[in-house]
Each structure stands twice: as structure tokens, then as C-alpha cells.
């Protein structure tokens, strides 16, 4: 499982309407930006109380991104 298939699996658990969840990949020379977008109404379950949601999501980015040698930047978009 890739980073972009992670975060679209946690975050198709945390909202109410999964179909509308897209995850896209940027690619750079030592980072990689995955770029989440979710319903308006879903954003606040993505984000959780104090940002701890889209934090641990972070963490987990982080700890994939060592296996690969890389840097692995989480970004929600509205």
C-alpha cells in the first residue's frame, strides 16, 4: 500500500460520505505532497477536535515516509 492509498483509506473511514473523498500526489525530489480533499460538510471529521485527527494522519505519513526514504507532507484541502 502506497502513502496515497493510506490516507485515502483513513480518510474514507472517518467521514460520512466516502465517494466524495480525492487524494492526489504531488511528486517532488525528496518530498512528497499528498493533497486531500473531502465534502465541506466532512472536513471538520478529517480535521477532529484540536487537529488531532489530521495529526495523527501526519504521524503516520511521517512513519511511512522513512520506510521509502522520504518526506511525506499531509494537505487538506477545502
Known amino acids: 500500500m502506497n502513502a496515497k492509498q ?5 480518510a474514507k ?4 460520505s466516502p465517494d466524495e473523498v480525492s487524494v492526489n500526489e504531488v511528486w517532488g525530489e525528496k ?7 473531502v465534502a465541506k460538510s466532512d472536513l471538520g471529521k478529517v480535521i477532529g477536535k484540536q487537529g488531532r485527527n489530521a495529526n495523527a ?5 511521517g512513519a511511512a515516509g522513512t ?7 499531509l494537505e ?3
Open 76 to 78: 487538506i484541502l477545502e
Open 67 to 73: 520506510k521509502e526514504n522520504r518526506s511525506l507532507v
Open 57 to 61: 494522519m501526519r504521524r503516520i505519513l
Open 6 to 10: 493510506l490516507v485515502e483509506n483513513l
Open 31 to 37: 518530498a512528497s505532497v499528498i493533497q486531500l480533499k
Open 13 to 16: 473511514a472517518l467521514v460520512d
